[in-house]
T-cell receptor, first 113, second 118 residues
Framework: KQEVTQIPAALSVPEGENLVLNCSFT??????LQWFRQDPGKGLTSLLL?????REQTSGRLNASLDKSSGRSTLYIAASQPGDSATYLCAVKATDSWGKLQFGAGTQVVVTP | EAGVAQSPRYKIIEKRQSVAFWCNPISGHATLYWYQQILGQGPKLLIQ????????DSQLPKDRFSAERLKGVDSTLKIQPAKLEDSAVYLCASSLGLAGGPETDTQYFGPGTRLTVL
């Protein structure tokens, strides 16, 4: 059974510092891995999707890496801003599933001005 | 482009009562998902539809939860009777399809319905 873990559960950084968020998964047989952002009282917003054949994906200040063999993904957010404050969740889609995502519990990020 | 719509946004009920949630996915999206998110946890898939057929309902407590997607568009999730442990946010999401790359795989989420069972 796939287990997805995100450590730490919460993180506080001063504005301008780079953010590093970690995600680990137990079964390397994945189809893709996705990073989402969740703001309080709102749904999830997809940030990046990395296919299993890719090593990384970039969008603006966001960069996500994937190491399937070690069961790890890292989301980097460069030059953090107060608007980056949110909960960040990673989710994996298994190769034998019909699109079902297995989510981690998320990392709550606070960026202080 | 309109996003995924859900209603109601909030619902408070007594245990053993029934409740229903409604979801309207993004136009043209064939796949629709219902997730349950308990406070402090990641979302857990309850049921997944491809058009109006069920693809995965392995984690749906079928003795009390039911869902339908008539005509392959809107969907309704029902709980009857509700238990205290059903207190959670119920999220609906949609995507273009099951497989084929990032464009079809990316799931778009609605704002959710926060259910409190007293």
């Amino acid at each position: 059974k796939q287990e997805v873990t995100q450590i730490p559960a919460a993180l506080s950084v001063p504005e301008g510092e780079n953010l590093v968020l970690n995600c680990s998964f137990t079964d390397s047989a994945i189809y893709n891995l996705q990073w989402f952002r969740q703001d309080p009282g709102k749904g999830l917003t997809s940030l990046l999707l990395i296919q299993s054949s890719q090593r990384e994906q970039t969008s603006g200040r966001l960069n996500a890496s994937l190491d399937k063999s070690s069961g790890r993904s890292t989301l980097y957010i460069a030059a953090s801003q107060p608007g980056d404050s949110a909960t960040y969740l990673c989710a994996v889609k298994a190769t034998d599933s019909w699109g079902k995502l297995q989510f981690g519990a998320g990392t709550q990020v606070v960026v202080t001005p | 482009e309109a996003g995924v719509a859900q209603s109601p946004r909030y619902k408070i009920i007594e245990k053993r009562q029934s409740v229903a949630f409604w979801c309207n996915p993004i136009s043209g999206h064939a796949t629709l998902y219902w997730y349950q998110q308990i406070l402090g946890q990641g979302p857990k898939l309850l049921i997944q539809f491809q058009n109006n057929g069920v693809v995965d309902d392995s984690q749906l407590p079928k003795d009390r939860f039911s869902a339908e997607r008539l005509k392959g568009v809107d969907s309704t999730l029902k709980i009857q009777p509700a238990k205290l442990e059903d207190s959670a946010v119920y999220l609906c999401a949609s995507s273009l399809g099951l497989a084929g790359g990032p464009e079809t795989d990316t799931q778009y989420f609605g704002p959710g319905t926060r259910l409190t069972v007293l």
